[in-house]
């Protein structure tokens, strides 16, 4: 079984290359089985693994040796330990998850073939970045994960909308991935090297190589890549855009995987970071603002999946500040659970939008539990895991996030409460809005209201299942738990020490105090969208603060004026200056005839190339003087 | 030493075929020829580590490797010409003839081991590109580009004389060897006289010229817009490739332990190349000139192998220079598929390739991300492996500005990208089948992925 490690991203990628190049000839339903046969098939080996992985083992695999120069060199090769695995298991089980439930979203989509082939691509990408041995891997599936995701946000590429959107998830990307990057080139400057085994050796002593300073300059490097994969402040602004693509695509890439790729790459770098006590504690913060900001937008917002999106971004900022805390297990063991939960709404909410022929606006929805039961009882699940109603999966691990926040300080734990009621209010606003109430929707959506296939609620029942069990992974002690996946991890994450202990029955009065405010905010949202029965204004009504959060802080904007422009300024400057008009006007007269041509030639004679000419002359004194004379 | 030889044989013979109008026997019999240049390259005969003929040309394994770079590039461009020159009526022989002199030009540049060989080869490397530049008699643009390229050309041929000149007068002769243990002979590099200083400089100068580096890169985007497409791809790639092979052979077996004074100019010079080139870049409309720009910011961060060349291998440009040159080569050929199915040559005229040849997007998607350096591409790792070695020579903060230029440059390559996949507004264009063209193209892919993911290959040969 340990042989056939490669084959696991292999076959993903095998799927890719048979869609992508039989995409016009294989009939549906064959693509989609083979789209999802190979997910399932990756999972099976993963779990085949189980064995050696349980018993604290590591396993390696070296292919070949990917690059070398004169001073250093790269392997191509595989590593599975225990965070790993629980990865990959993620990423191939919801994957599998997420394939059959596409199979019946996308089924009379006329680009069904490629939609699999992208999708098997992203999970070859996603697979080659938690199970590369180095972090060069790691960059190589980190860019290719982008890229699919690119691919697949822009998938209903007629509509420029969604382009942009694809573009500005790119941007962002690509912003961050400039900060992971030179922070490889970073580590590769110090330590001589970028494969795992020899840079978190047993024993090997990091602290010999250089000081805190350089600890710190890495490591906040590749917190620049983890905010732009993980959407978090300043670069999340892409990841609600990014719900242009289709909804299993938020559901896989956008919610479970990929997004969660910045807090991987946290969790594999930690001996780095546990030398950078200073980036540990901007992470902390950045992870906290994010979630508040995230979620006050979530407040406002009036598309499903959008509202999901901006929960997203808040519970990634979660991770990030449970991370901070130092409460590694916690980070993820929540990022597990989202995994689940947070699909499972996405996935629910692509069958609400499925049931309602398109329908994405909730102002536009209402009443839906009796049209769409199956879907109803599963968004419930989710929802009340996702604001943390005991024992649902995400209560668990949002309450060990913040006992770690208590265990800092109790105004930290404050502000995490805050975030996390945030969240309570506008989900259960969302619930509320879809699903209870006077129907608000038009006669023709709902007319053909329909539920949505086998293939599609059966993955949501599966969901939904985890969504309930998953909270006992690690279940606290207090509760007669054993912290399974504390233990689990431990060969490869050790929790920070603790700062001072909690008493048990503090740790019982801080879990009912949380339960007890959630089940307040609950109420209110109830006495407000269903009592008095509330609609969400019109995006112009809006006023105040309001405006403000449904504006989305004004974000867009502000990043438009000072970055954007900026940059088409500066081209446009160099453009006049470097690349003069008389030639723009030489080159685009190709088409304008004979009159823009002797223009343009007379424009030469007077004397572009003697410009030019003058230009070199220039160039030379300038070489000469820089050469001999500094 | 063959492949000078066979080639230009061959060149003579493709004139011969001109003059008797055999137009159809032209391609066929200087592909044959190319691909016997190819062979003969590799045999062992051909190697030798003391320079020949006087010690003016010497071909080692640099030589050997470069011009197997150089010929293999050329032989996919005279493939692919065929799409282009279908319908020329006249001179195809004469024109063929001239892009074999080229590649023979740039043979003897890097094989030289004495400045007059240099500086014939360089000339016997660039007259054939003026002509070809102008190629298209009926052009305005392709005649102006041609005479343009001559005259800032001969202008800057005019100061590597003089350059070559002032080493000589100070070493008296023109032997790489000799002028070498001149370097030598002193003990650093500062008391080596002025006059064979600025000499050294003037002959840097025409190289950073060929490369079309800024300062001196203000030809190369009107040049390259203006020729014809196959000749700008022959310039962007085969003729580069020389010219960083000419300079490296200059820089290493000429001024030797010299050329580490150089280094700070070269990093500000590549820096300055690559942020002008891709700003530039981003604001072209036309696939061709974008290309040219490109060429430009590939130019700067091939110049950061020129730092700290004492102690390293110059295998990772020549890696670099051939996965780039595939990736154009891939790119100019769909820009001539559009071009003559859309009549415009701007980037918003790919909109609709996607519907109608699906598998020449794909070519086009995977040259432009090797481009812009997404890995597992072979375009990221001669990136990967180009920064890696000026970061070792303790120019971080150059490849800090490369590292921030190499996203600047995803940009427009994603804009190229994209439009591909963007509907056309009157629907699928129909694109006329010319025999082997799909297959050359998917091959060239193949290389970039393959070189991507097994660089070995390429590094291991040798």
């Known amino acids: 079984m340990e042989n056939l490690i490669w084959l696991i991203p292999t076959l993903p990628l095998l799927g890719f290359t048979v869609l992508g190049l039989g995409a016009r000839s294989l009939p549906k339903g064959m693509a989609a089985f083979i789209g999802c046969g190979m997910i399932v098939a990756a999972f099976l080996l993963s779990v085949g693994l189980a064995g050696p992985i349980f018993s604290g083992e590591s396993l390696s695999q070296d292919l070949f040796t990917w690059m070398r120069g004169s001073r250093w060199s790269v392997n191509f090769g595989f590593q599975v330990d225990q965070l790993s695995w629980m990865m990959m298991l993620v990423i191939t089980g919801v994957g599998a998850l997420i394939h059959v439930y596409s199979a019946g979203y996308m089924h009379d989509d006329e680009r069904h073939n490629y939609f699999f082939a992208y999708l098997n691509l992203f999970v070859f990408f996603m697979l080659l970045l938690v199970m590369g041995n180095n972090y060069l891997l790691l960059f190589a599936g980190w860019e290719g994960v982008g890229l699919c995701s690119y691919l697949l946000i822009g998938f209903w590429f007629s509509n420029n909308e969604y382009n942009d959107a694809a573009k500005k998830a790119f941007v962002m990307n690509r912003v961050g991935d400039l900060g992971f990057l030179l922070g490889l080139f970073l580590t590769l400057t110090v330590f001589g090297s970028l494969n795992y085994s020899e840079l978190f050796a047993e024993g090997a002593d990091l602290e010999a190589y250089g000081s805190t300073a350089i600890f710190t300059a890495i490591t906040l490097l590749f917190i620049v890549g983890a905010a732009g994969k993980s959407a978090q402040i300043p670069l999340y602004t892409w990841l609600p855009d990014a719900m242009a693509g289709p909804t299993p695509v938020s559901a896989l890439i956008h919610a479970a995987t990929m997004v969660t790729a910045g807090i991987y790459l946290v969790l594999r770098s930690l001996a780095f970071f546990e030398l950078a006590p200073f980036t540990l504690n901007v992470l902390m913060w950045l992870g906290l603002a994010t979630s508040i900001f995230a979620a006050t937008i979530g407040l406002k917002q009036n598309d499903i999946k959008k509202v999901l999106a901006y929960s ?187 700062h001072h202990h909690i008493s048990h029955s503090t740790e019982w009065g801080l879990m009912g105090l949380v339960v007890a405010l959630v089940l307040a905010t609950i109420f209110l949202a109830y006495q407000k969208y269903i009592s008095k029965a509330a609609v969400p204004a019109e995006d112009a009504n809006e006023a105040g603060v309001g405006k403000v959060l449904n504006q989305k802080y004004y974000v867009d904007e502000l990043y438009d004026a000072v970055f954007v422009k900026p940059t088409q300024a500066l081209s446009a400057w160099l453009g006049r200056i470097f690349d003069p008009k008389i030639l723009d006007g030489l080159v685009n007269g190709t088409g304008t005839g004979l009159v823009a041509f002797s223009s343009a030639i007379r424009k030469i004679q007077d004397g572009a190339v003697g410009i030019y000419l003058f230009i070199f002359a220039f160039g030379i004194l300038l070489l000469l003087a820089f050469q001999f004379l500094f | 030493m063959y492949p000078i030889i066979v080639l230009s044989v061959a060149g003579i013979l493709s004139m011969f075929i001109g003059a008797f109008k055999l137009k159809k026997v032209a391609l066929p019999a200087v592909l044959l020829a190319t691909l016997a240049a190819f062979g003969s390259n590799l045999l062992p005969q051909n190697f ?370 994209r439009a591909a996949f963007e509907p056309a507004e009157g629907g699928p264009v129909q694109v006329p089948y010319v025999l082997g063209y799909s297959a050359v193209l998917v091959m060239c892919t193949l290389a970039l992925l393959v070189l991507g993911i097994f660089p070995n290959l390429f590094f291991g040969i040798w």
């Open chain 1, 312 to 498: 997203t971004v808040s519970q990634l900022g979660l991770m990030f500040f449970a991370l901070g805390l130092g409460a590694y297990v916690a980070a993820f063991f929540h990022l597990v659970t989202h995994a689940f939960f947070k699909a499972l709404l996405f996935l629910g909410a692509g069958s609400v939008i499925h049931g309602m022929s398109g329908e994405q606006d909730i102002r536009k929805m209402g009443a839906l539990r009796k049209v769409l039961p199956v879907t109803f009882i599963v968004f419930l699940i989710g929802t009340l895991a996702i604001a943390g109603i005991p024992p649902f999966a995400g209560f668990v691990s949002k309450d060990q996030i913040l006992l770690a926040a208590y265990e800092h300080s109790p105004v930290l734990f404050a502000l995490g409460i805050g975030a996390s009621l945030l969240t309570t209010f506008y989900m259960f606003r969302l619930l509320f809005l879809v699903f209870y109430g006077q129907s608000r929707a038009d006669h023709h959506a709902l007319e053909h209201a329909h539920e949505s296939p086998l293939s599609m609620t059966l993955p949501l029942g599966v969901l939904a299942v985890l969504s309930v069990v998953g909270g006992f992974l690690n279940w606290p002690g207090l509760m007669g738990g054993n912290f399974w996946l504390q233990n689990y991890l431990s060969p490869v994450v050790k929790e920070a020490e603790k």
């Open chain 2, 48 to 417: 030798n580590d003391t320079p020949l003929y006087s010690g003016m040309l010497q071909f080692d394994w640099f030589s050997i490797r470069y011009a197997a770079v150089m010929i293999a590039v050329t032989l996919v461009i005279l493939i692919l010409s065929r799409r282009y020159y279908r319908d020329a009526a006249e001179h195809l022989g004469d024109i063929y003839a001239l892009f074999l002199f080229s590649v023979v030009g740039g043979m003897i540049m890097v094989g030289s081991m004495n400045l007059v060989m240099f500086f014939v080869g360089i000339e016997i490397l660039s007259i054939p590109l003026y002509i070809l530049a102008a190629s298209e008699r009926n052009n305005l643009l392709s005649n102006e580009a041609g005479l343009k390229y001559f005259l800032l050309g001969s202008f800057i041929t005019v100061f590597m004389l003089l350059g070559i000149v002032l080493v000589y007068g100070t070493v008296g002769s023109f032997d790489f060897d000799a002028i070498n243990s001149f370097v030598h002979s002193y003990n650093s590099s500062d008391e080596l006289p002025m006059l064979f200083k600025v000499g050294v400089l003037l002959i840097l100068v025409a190289f950073i010229f060929k490369i079309s580096a800024a300062p001196f890169h203000f030809w190369s985007p009107d040049v390259y817009q203006g020729s014809p497409a196959v000749i700008m791809v022959f310039m962007a790639t085969v003729a580069k490739t020389a010219a960083f092979g000419g300079a490296y052979r200059f820089l290493d077996a000429c001024i030797g332990p010299m050329s580490d004074d150089f280094s700070v100019m070269f990093a500000v010079l590549a820096a300055l190349t690559m942020s002008i080139g891709n700003l530039m870049a981003l604001r072209q409309d036309s696939l061709k000139r974008l290309l040219a720009f490109s060429s430009v910011a590939n130019a700067g961060y091939l110049m950061m192998g020129f730092i700290g060349l004492n102690e390293k291998p110059t295998d990772t440009t020549l890696y670099y220079m051939l996965v780039y040159s595939i990736a154009n080569v891939i790119a100019i050929a769909v820009y001539l598929t559009v071009k003559e199915s859309q009549g415009s040559g701007s980037i918003a005229g790919l909109r609709g390739l996607y519907q109608s040849k699906p598998l020449l997007t794909f070519c086009l998607v995977l040259a432009m991300l090797s481009l812009a350096g997404i890995p597992p591409l072979a375009g990221f790792v001669g990136k990967y492996a180009i920064f890696v070695e000026a970061i070792r020579d303790g120019y971080a903060w150059l490849v800090v500005i490369a590292a921030i230029n190499s996203v600047l440059g995803i940009f427009y390559y994603f804009r190229v990208m």
